[in-house]
């Protein structure tokens, strides 16, 4: 690669060099004067925020005798009604997950009294989703610390900062699948 300023007035530096480890990304818009060190420092802070972000969701789940995927269907299902009726596919969908999967933890939330299904009256092979009452109970009682917590949690951010946030992780969300699935390809040539 070229010496000089590439995108945003950042250099382009040789993507090696004996001294330091080679560049964990190319695209100019990655990098500071050629380096990588912003980008690793974003991904090692995504970890970290990842990790204190899961910590919480056990906690939320803890406060109403849930493991923290069972409160984020719970949760998710709740949310969902709102827009209409709910259904597996739209659960797995929502959260990227498989329907399988939410059909398993559904079946445990159904077996505590949380959820309840029941078959779509328009499509028969479709099985609606709904709260129960004790699960809208428990999501109440949680709500309380809920709040106190997310709103220290994303206290630092100001109403401009979480609107931008909310586009970009949906933009993530979208561009880490497509990078699953390419190094999924790239590990088949393996």
């Not at 004996?18 to 695209?27: E, I, K």
């Not at 925020?49 to 269907?73: D, K, N, Q, W």
């Not at 949310?79 to 797995?92: E, K, M, N, T």
């Not at 709040?147 to 630092?156: H, K, M, T």
């Amino acid at each position: 690669m070229a010496s000089g300023r590439g995108a945003r007035g950042r250099s382009s530096k040789p993507l090696w060099n004996a001294a330091s480890p080679a560049l964990t990304v190319s695209r100019p818009e990655l990098l500071v004067d050629g380096s990588d060190v912003d980008f690793r420092r974003l991904v090692h802070g995504l970890f970290s925020f990842m990790a204190s972000h899961e910590e919480i969701r056990a906690g939320h789940a803890r406060v109403i005798g849930l493991a923290g995927i069972e409160y984020t269907v719970l949760i998710s299902i709740a949310h969902l009604a709102q827009g209409g009726d709910v259904s597996v596919s739209a659960v797995a969908q929502h959260l990227r997950l498989t329907g399988a999967f939410i059909t398993n933890v559904c079946n445990r939330l159904l077996s505590l009294g949380l959820v309840d299904k029941s078959v779509d009256t328009n499509d028969r092979r479709r099985v609606v989703l709904t709260v129960t009452a004790e699960g809208r109970q428990q999501l109440a009682k949680l709500a309380p610390t809920q709040r106190q917590v997310n709103d220290v949690e994303f206290g630092c951010l100001s109403a401009r900062e979480f609107a931008g946030l909310v586009d970009v992780i949906e933009r993530l969300v979208e561009s880490g699948e497509k990078a699953v699935a390419l190094q999924k390809y790239l590990e088949q040539g393996d």
